[in-house]
């Protein structure tokens, strides 16, 4: 059982990572990896609701879609699950830390139509995971977002100090260096 969970957790954060793999989260990726704090606080923030939501998205499939016979409920279910999420945590961050708040912006609020975060939720219910296989996948892809996000930042800021040829500078070096790290996860397909 063990060695099971471990496996689902190397394969969620490295081999099929939601942004560098599955090309999931690309907007927050994108557009919260400026700077190396912002990015530490997204993904704190996905990982929580991630989690969060592939645990309580696996009780309401389990316990209330299918004995009803309503699956076809499910996505709109799985979506309001992870707005409430969202609002919690917003609230959380607007009381605890200010500055991390205003720094993450717009982004916080769009965690709610993250991809990422409906594709986990959905994910665990398509390969039939148990409450603990699902938790634990949560955590690997919230985890796995959250390295993707920090390796982005970290390369990011030390672009902004290179030597970058103009026509690069901005989206064009940012894209780039995307399809580079999801060139480099997929080296680790081969570890499956």
């Not at 609002?87 to 009381?95: D, L």
């Not at 995971?129 to 920090?150: K, Q, T």
């Amino acid at each position: 059982m063990t060695g099971g969970l471990i496996s689902i957790f190397i394969v969620a954060v490295f081999i099929e990572n939601f942004v560098l793999n599955q090309i999931l989260g690309i907007c927050p990726f994108i557009g919260v990896s400026n700077k190396l704090d912002s990015a530490v606080g997204m993904g704190f923030a996905v990982t929580f609701v991630m989690v969060m939501a592939g645990v309580v998205t696996w009780g309401i499939q389990t316990f209330i879609l299918v004995p009803l016979g309503l699956e076809y409920l499910q996505t709109i279910s799985f979506i309001l699950v992870i707005a409430s999420l969202v609002q919690f945590v917003e609230m959380v961050v607007r009381k605890t830390a200010p500055a991390l708040y205003q720094a993450l912006g717009v982004f916080l609020p769009l965690i709610t139509t993250n991809c990422a975060v409906l594709g986990a939720a959905l994910l665990n219910i398509k390969k039939g995971y148990g409450l603990v296989e699902a938790a634990v996948n949560s955590l690997g892809a919230g985890i796995g977002f959250f390295f993707a996000l920090i390796l982005m930042a970290g390369i990011r800021e030390r672009l902004d100090t290179a030597e970058v040829p103009s026509a690069m500078k901005g989206a064009p070096i940012t894209f780039v260096t995307a399809g580079l790290l999801a060139t480099a996860f997929m080296g680790f397909s081969g570890l499956v």
